[in-house]
Structures are given as C-alpha cells and as structure tokens.
C-alpha cells in the first residue's frame, strides 16, 4: 500500500515514563506503516528539559507558532521527589504551563465514549465538553507568607498616573497573601474559542463564574461572555438551535449532575482544572479523555488528560507487562491529523484518522480492553490485554479497513 500523504510538518513532543513508552508503540503499530509525514520532533523527557535549562519547551512551543499543529506526550512536572530522582538542577516549571503561557488559548477536554461503559451519573447520555481557559488567576500569581502583623494592600501603579491602593487585610497576626491577574485581551478570546467551538460541534454553551462573591474579577468574565455573544455569536447562536446559559459555578455544578449532557462548559482556569479530572473519572477512565490547546492565534497543541502514568511504569521498568490504556494518546494524534488534513485541505488523511478512530472505539465495544476499562465495563469482559496487546488489537482493525 503505498503511504497517504501528510504535506505540512506536525510539531511532535515527546515525553516521559509509561506514555513515552506508549507513544512510541503507536506511532510504530498505528501510524509510521501508513503515513508519509515529516514530523519535527522535541524531546521534552525531563531530563532533556534539564540539559537544556528547559529551552527545549520553548523550542517546542515555537514550533507550534511556525507551523500551526502539535501533538504532546505526557510529561513530569518536577517536584522535590523528581529533583531527586532524575538529579535535576532544579524543579523547572510545568511544560504545559509554559506552552499554554505562549500560546494563550482554551483547552477543551472531551471524554471519549463507548458503548459498553455507562457514565457513573446515569442521567449523562451525551459527552460534556470543558473548555478550560488557559491563562491566569492562580496559574500566574505571586504569594507571600505573613509572618506576623501588617497591612497588605493592592497597589496598582497606572502609566504616568497615581497609584490606587486597597486594603487587603490588617494582619493581627500570621497569614497568607495572593495576587492574581487577568487580561481582557485573554478573556476576549476565551469567549470566542468557546462560542466558536459550540458552533462547530453544535452544541450548547454554558458559562460559569463565583460572580456573587468576586463582583469585579468574576463578574468580568461574565460580562465579557455576555458582551461577545450579543455582538458576534447571537444571530449564529439562533440560526443553528443553540443556546447560551451563564449562570453561578454552583448552580452549574449541581445542573450538571441532572443534566443529560451534550454541551460545552465553558470554565476559568482552576474551576477546568477540577472540574475536567470529576468528568474524566465520571465517564469512565483518565485514559478516556481528549485534551486540545486552541489558541486564538489560530494554533493547535493536542494531548491525553492524564499524566505519565508513573506507577505502570515502574512495573514496566521492573520487567512487568502492564495493562496502560492509549486511548487518549491516540485520539490526541487523530486529532492533530484532522486538524492538519483541514489546514492543508487533504480529506484522505483526515479519512485515516477517522479510521484510527473508529478502529479503537471498536476494539473496546468488541470486548478487547485494558485493566481500567475492564473494570467498568459492561458486559463484564472475561479478562484484560496489556498493554502492547491493545494496540495491536486496533492495529489488526486498522489494517481491514484501510
Ligand atoms: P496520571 O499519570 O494521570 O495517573 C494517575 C492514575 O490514573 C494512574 O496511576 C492510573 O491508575 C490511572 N491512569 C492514568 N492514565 C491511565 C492510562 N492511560 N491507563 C490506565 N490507567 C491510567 O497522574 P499522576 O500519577 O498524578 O502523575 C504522574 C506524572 O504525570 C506526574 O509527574 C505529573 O507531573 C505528570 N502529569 C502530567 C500531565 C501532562 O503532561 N499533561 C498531566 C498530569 C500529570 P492506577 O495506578 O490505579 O492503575
Ligand atoms: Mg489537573
């Protein structure tokens, strides 16, 4: 058969542990026999990061602003224990976070379904999509210990004007300080990804804030959502049957879990941040959720929601076969492919990824399933595959239909 054809470069980011392991299995078994691609590859494995001094993280992030498209493996974020354990220099900051920071954007985490596993809310009957907005609030603070009495003010000093000043709180004692931000320019485009992502995938948005209790900061956010889709999305909104619904994060939390799903929640940072790791495990599995960056640059980075997979891989390190699911890794490469197959205008690509797709998807619904998913699925399977095994179960579908 000869190769099907990607034009463009795709950004490809390689990571650590057990998903390292992984991502090189599926690009031998489920892509490399069958795509002709140019791949400009980063090594993100922590200790690449450090050699560099983490340059390589910005290498990679730049190389998604050249040439539009990227695909990320999971990576360890270090702390103290990984410090010690890789002998790194220092706890260098997160990769996503640096990426996101660089980009700007939304992440949109969708969980991937099956038939045969039943969300754990039984009114779900549809997927729910997070939009996560990914710049600020307490991702990009500063924080001060108190150690005794004093004042902590809010001081905002504006260009060429006199400073305003707040008080935050008068200390009788030890406490804690935070200061965070956001920019209009970033919440701007926060609600345009989202409105622009319900009208792609037909589906409602919902928005929400604490705007009862932060009446500047969140009540921001709410009005900038309400001004954007009155004056751009409005009319589009009503042409295709869709609605937009702001309303507090705690009625949204509790609407959630009545509702049968099918729409986009709309999320600040840390509210995505939680709320996507609930609707991961409710649906099923960590492995079975999508992560996309859309910046409003026009920029894509496509990853899996979940981390490395540490403990799998020190089994796998000790020798052991493990049972790691690659469902999430794979649909991060489906999508890259599809995005790419629009941007170059190359159906027979986007047709391979849908394959891909439908092929894994299949392979669970026949019963063939790693260990997190046998645990919950219905009917209950006789037993699990490993890891490797999985894989070349989706690979032998793959195969018949291509
Ligand atoms: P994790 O890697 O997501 O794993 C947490 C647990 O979820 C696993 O121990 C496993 O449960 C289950 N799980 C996750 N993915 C799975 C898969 N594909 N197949 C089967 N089971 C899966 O989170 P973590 O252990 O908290 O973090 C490990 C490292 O990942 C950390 O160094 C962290 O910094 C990093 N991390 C990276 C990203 C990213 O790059 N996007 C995101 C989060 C965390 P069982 O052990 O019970 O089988
Ligand atoms: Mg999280």
Not at 127 to 155: F, S
Not at 284 to 303: I, R
Request: proline share 4%.
């Amino acid at each position: 058969m000869e190769k099907i054809k990607v034009i463009s470069p795709i950004v490809e980011i390689d990571g650590d542990e057990m998903t390292r392991i992984m991502w090189a299995m599926l690009k031998e078994k489920l892509l490399l026999p069958y795509l002709d691609m140019q791949l400009e590859y980063y090594d993100l494995h922590v200790k690449h990061r450090d050699d560099t001094d983490d340059q390589v993280t910005i290498d990679a992030a730049e190389a998604i602003k050249r040439h539009k498209v990227g695909v990320k493996c999971a990576t360890i974020t270090p702390n103290a224990d990984r410090v010690t354990e890789y002998d790194l220099k220092q706890q260098w900051k997160s990769p996503n976070a640096t990426i996101r920071a660089m980009l700007d954007g939304t992440v949109f985490r969708a969980p991937i379904l099956v038939n045969n596993v039943k969300p754990a809310v039984t009114s779900w009957k549809k997927p729910i999509v997070i939009g996560r907005h990914a710049y600020g609030d307490v991702y990009k603070n500063q924080e001060h210990r108190v150690d005794g009495p004093g004042k902590a003010e809010l001081v905002f000093t504006p260009e060429g004007g006199e400073p305003v000043r707040l008080t935050i709180q008068d200390f009788g004692g030890p406490g804690i300080i935070q200061g965070i931000h956001n920019t209009d320019e970033s919440i701007y485009s926060f609600a345009r990804a989202c409105f622009t992502y319900s009208l792609d995938r037909k589906i409602d948005c919902w928005f929400s804030t604490k705007d009862t209790i932060s009446k500047t900061y969140d009540a921001h956010f709410r009005d900038v959502f309400q001004e954007v889709f009155d004056n751009e999305f409005k009319d589009k909104f009503e042409a295709a049957g869709l609605q937009y619904f702001f309303t507090l994060i705690d009625d949204a939390v509790a609407r959630v879990m009545k509702d049968e799903g099918g729409f986009l929640w709309a999320c600040k940072n840390y509210d995505g941040d939680v709320m996507s790791d609930m609707l991961a495990s409710a649906f099923g599995s960590l492995a079975m959720m999508t992560s996309v960056l859309v910046s409003p640059h026009g920029y894509f980075e496509y990853e899996a929601a979940h981390g490395t997979v540490q403990r799998h891989y020190y089994k796998h390190q000790a020798g052991e076969k493990t049972s790691t699911n690659s469902m999430a890794l794979i649909f991060a490469w489906t999508g890259a492919l599809t995005k790419r197959a629009e941007l170059d205008n190359t159906p027979e690509v986007a047709d391979f990824a849908a394959k891909l797709e439908q092929s894994a998807l299949e392979t669970i619904e026949a019963g063939v399933m790693t260990g997190d998913m046998a645990r919950i699925a219905e009917p209950k399977p006789s037993g699990h595959v490993n890891t490797e095994q999985f894989l070349d179960a989706i690979a032998e579908r793959l195969q018949s239909k291509l």
